[in-house]
T-cell receptor
């Protein structure tokens, strides 16, 4: 298996623009997680899905952030409008039901200027 | 109070020595505990997990858990330069066994 796939790997955008990050989990995994990592705040859980259904979005910073999982093999995290404080590395991870091990994608480094 | 606390480091250890990494957590109901390793510019990867009080050994790595003290540690024996990385402690909160909460990580540097 190719592992968790994220795109793009790097994104540079201007404040106010819409940003869409994409994730393809490992085939057969039931859970999908979106994280954000910064030096100041560490690795924060934003939202997670179980069988394509959002379970906990309490970590989503504000209404500018939204996430969808239209099917078992694809998820998006959208920021609209983006702000400089959204600059971070965004990770997607997936796991199997009954297993605590999460497999992380390579991350998307987002820079908002 | 943060849910999972770690000393940010850097922790500098000579090659061949034992590296000791520590973590405390606030949720007394937490049941599962993890150590992830993250190399610079890379994604986290799971290296150890522990559920029961006591020690769990895997090769050069030993995880230690003390639920009464709400304390988790990771020992790395015979430290190698390749062990230089950031180590993230993580726990599952009592409210949800499906997610894990990460500490901010301890940066470990093994000096030759």
């Amino acid at each position: 298996d190719a592992g968790v796939i994220q795109s793009p790997r790097h994104e540079v955008t201007e404040m106010g623009q819409e940003v869409t990050l994409r994730c393809k989990p490992i085939s057969g995994h039931d859970y999908l997680f979106w994280y954000r990592q910064t030096m100041m705040r560490g690795l924060e859980l934003l939202i997670y899905f179980n069988n394509n259904v959002p379970i906990d979005d309490s970590g989503m910073p504000e209404d500018r952030f939204s996430a969808k999982m239209p099917n078992a093999s694809f998820s998006t995290l959208k920021i609209q409008p983006s702000e400089p404080r959204d600059s971070a590395v965004y990770f997607c991870a997936s796991s199997l039901e009954g297993s605590y091990e999460q497999y992380f994608g390579p991350g998307t480094r987002l820079t908002v200027t | 109070q943060k849910e999972v606390e770690q000393n940010s480091g850097p922790l500098s250890v000579p090659e061949g020595a034992i590296a000791s990494l520590n973590c405390t957590y606030s949720d007394r109901g937490s049941q599962s505990f993890f150590w992830y390793r993250q190399y610079s510019g890379k994604s986290p990867e799971l290296i150890m997990f522990i559920y029961s009080n006591g020690d769990k050994e895997d090769g050069r790595f030993t995880a230690q858990l003390n639920k009464a003290s709400q304390y988790v540690s990771l020992l790395i024996r015979d430290s190698q330069p390749s062990d230089s990385a950031t180590y993230l402690c993580a726990v599952t909160p009592y409210s949800s066994a499906s997610k894990i909460i990460f500490g901010s990580g301890t940066r470990l540097s093994i000096r030759p």
